[in-house]
């Protein structure tokens, strides 16, 4: 069964930068593209960027130019480098293969708090 174990959420200010990680376990990590998704509170979760096996890149029109996804294949590790984030950004992000639709994924890791507040 695949596991996903995200970590790096923080509460930081407006303007400030925040890099999550996810290890990803029980599963060929390198061969699937992969992607970030979050949910704010009473929304629906979203897909914020994807990244495929030969880490071609597309991210939400609201955090292109200030998000980065990146993916280390031989540590199964995927990544999402945040910068300049905005109080819109508030969330609980995830970490999980892409799909178009997430609701087709099963399994879903504990995810990680980012809160961007002053």
């Known amino acids: 069964q695949v596991q996903f174990e995200e970590s790096g959420g923080s509460q930081v200010q407006p303007g400030g930068s925040l890099r999550l990680s996810c290890v990803v376990s029980?599963?060929?990590?390198?061969?699937?593209?992969m992607a970030w998704y979050r949910q704010a509170p009473g929304k629906q979760r979203e897909l914020v960027a994807s990244?495929?096996?030969?880490?071609?890149?597309d991210y939400a029109d609201s955090v292109k130019g200030r998000f980065a996804i990146s993916r280390t294949n031989s540590r199964d590790t995927l990544y999402l480098r945040m910068d300049r984030l905005e109080p819109e950004d508030t969330a609980v992000y995830y970490c999980?293969?892409?799909?178009?639709?997430?609701?087709?994924?099963?399994?879903w890791g504990p995810g990680t708090q980012v809160t961007v507040s002053s």
């Open positions: 999980n293969y892409y799909r178009a639709d997430s609701n087709s994924l099963d399994y």
């Open positions: 990244i495929r096996s030969d880490l071609q890149t």
């Open positions: 029980g599963t060929i990590f390198s061969f699937y593209p």
